[in-house]
């Protein structure tokens, strides 16, 4: 074998805020010191390589030195410390307010997975989506106005619609937030989502924009500009942490990794 030096591109204080988490983590269930293959660190390192080079974990735990299931179970450890750090929605919000947001923008993205069992009441499969035609699963997140990721849901199988997603778990709050003066801007795929969230409003079937009076193509045009830099957000999660392009452990884990991410985005900013 040919050994070779690699650096990991993540700002120093991100491996070290992990590493602290996982100390204080190893504490609580009582972990002896000196137990563990790898310390806090070195662990950290495992997991943010997971996360920024979307490595295989077989390849990552023979780089630290350890068998495929403790690199598995490392894993799971850092995922599970990270998303509990995420902020709860409500929080979100009540924060938002306070800083005299003028809006939130809500979107929903496919987060691609291997095919998994899981079969629809009609047939279909469970975690594949005809809309993107991939197999995934569908989470909910929202933005400042700025783009800025604020909050990520959930993970639902891919056959979930978003407006449907979002009703499972981001739309009563927001309803809630609207009435307080924090509207929400959607795309069309949320037409029918409620009062106080503002989506286009839809073409007539078989005909052109211009088909709808200038006011109204207007308005679209208006929250199109406005939520197109929220647009941007699932984006910048997914370049920067590469694994969210393709999540090859259990779909049901999808919500926490994508928490996960979110949180060390905001450390990295």
């Known amino acids: 074998m040919v050994t070779y030096i690699a650096t990991l591109d993540v700002p120093r204080h991100i491996v070290e805020y992990l590493a602290r988490l996982l100390a204080v ?6 972990t002896p010191k000196g137990a563990r293959a790898l310390g806090p660190f ?5 997991v943010l390589r997971w996360f920024r080079e979307r490595g295989c974990v077989h390849c990552l735990a023979r780089d630290a030195g350890v068998s495929q299931a403790t690199g598995y179970r490392y894993l799971h450890e850092g995922i599970d410390v990270l998303a509990d750090q995420a902020p709860d929605l409500h929080a979100v919000l009540d924060r938002c307010r306070a800083e005299g947001m003028t809006h939130l923008v809500l979107d929903g993205t496919l987060i691609a997975c291997d095919r998994v069992t899981g079969v629809r009441e009609n047939g279909n499969d469970l975690w594949f989506s005809q809309k993107h ?3 995934g699963g569908n989470i909910q997140f929202l933005s400042a106005p700025d783009g800025t990721p604020l909050w990520i849901s959930d993970v639902e199988p891919g056959s979930t619609p978003d407006i449907t997603a979002a009703r499972l778990h981001v739309l009563p709050a927001l309803y809630k937030a609207a009435a ?3 509207p929400t801007l959607a795309d069309k795929g949320y037409i029918g989502a409620g009062i106080g969230i503002r989506v286009p409003v839809r073409r007539p079937k078989g005909r052109s924009e211009k088909a709808l009076d200038i006011d109204t193509r207007m308005t ?3 929250i199109r500009h406005v939520r197109a830099l929220g647009e941007r957000t699932a984006a910048e999660l997914k370049e920067r942490w590469r694994t969210l392009k393709r ?3 259990s779909p049901t884990r999808i919500g926490d990794i994508a928490r996960a991410a979110l949180v060390l985005n905001n450390h990295w900013k």
């Open 180 to 182: 307080g003066g924090l």
């Open 133 to 135: 035609k991939s197999f």
């Open 25 to 30: 983590h190893r504490r609580q269930i009582g």
């Open 220 to 222: 679209n045009a208006l």
């Open 247 to 249: 999540i090859s452990l």
């Open 42 to 46: 070195r662990q950290a390192v495992l």
